[in-house]
């Protein structure tokens, strides 16, 4: 039997992504946002929302450009620190320990340490309340050789990307393999 719980921004999942930029004095800044996820395959794009109150919001749309950095697992302590600590008191790449690289794609920085980095251009932003939805388009993505799977591609299990748990206010880790998609189903409805 199911219980309702009410309406609540809640879904399993929610990518731990880090959102890199530079302010208005070319500082480079990041800062956690859970709130992402995929938004179109052609062009490829990816979608993050953002309160009006963070540092990071003016950053996006002043330079109209973002990183969305990936991190794995062992970097859980400094992807926590990002999403609480603001731009506008503290250098949070300092103070992580973490280097700031400048995209050669768009005009923000990405965090060398984590394994995965989509570069974007901001093509559309909507405000939907409390906070605003930022659209990117992925120009390019800057991956660790060490997390590639044998089709040059990035490897789940290898990248060990942290998910979020927004009610509970919990980050867990990838399981293991489960199937193939767009295969295992295939089985059903065959008799």
């Known amino acids: 039997m199911k219980?309702?719980?009410?309406?609540?921004p809640f879904a399993f999942p929610a990518p731990v992504w880090c959102i890199g930029t530079y302010d208005a004095q070319e500082k480079p800044n990041v800062m956690t946002a859970a709130w992402g996820g995929i938004s179109c395959s052609r062009p490829p794009c990816v979608n993050f929302s953002l309160r009006?109150?963070?540092?990071t919001y003016d950053c996006v749309l002043r330079a109209k450009a973002f990183t969305v950095n990936?991190?794995?697992?062992r970097h859980a302590k400094e992807a926590d620190y990002f999403g609480m600590a603001s731009g506008r008191d503290a250098d949070k790449f300092k103070a992580a320990h973490l280097t700031p690289v400048a995209s050669k794609t768009v005009h923000a920085p990405f965090v060398d340490e984590f394994p995965l980095v989509l570069e974007c251009k901001l093509v559309f932003h909507h405000e939907l309340g409390l906070h605003t939805l930022f659209v990117g388009e992925v120009l390019d993505i800057q991956c660790d050789e060490a997390v590639l799977n044998k089709h040059g591609l990035p490897d789940i299990e290898k990248v060990q990307p942290l998910i979020f748990s927004p009610e509970m206010r919990v980050y867990h880790g990838v399981g293991g393999f489960v199937g193939k998609a767009f295969s295992i189903g295939r089985e059903i409805g065959q008799a």
Do not use: H, M, V
């Not at 009006?52 to 540092?55: F, I, P, R, S």
């Not at 990936?70 to 697992?73: D, F, G, R, T």
């Open 70 to 73: 990936i991190p794995s697992a």
């Open 52 to 55: 009006k109150a963070t540092y």
């Open 3 to 8: 219980k309702s719980i009410g309406p609540r």
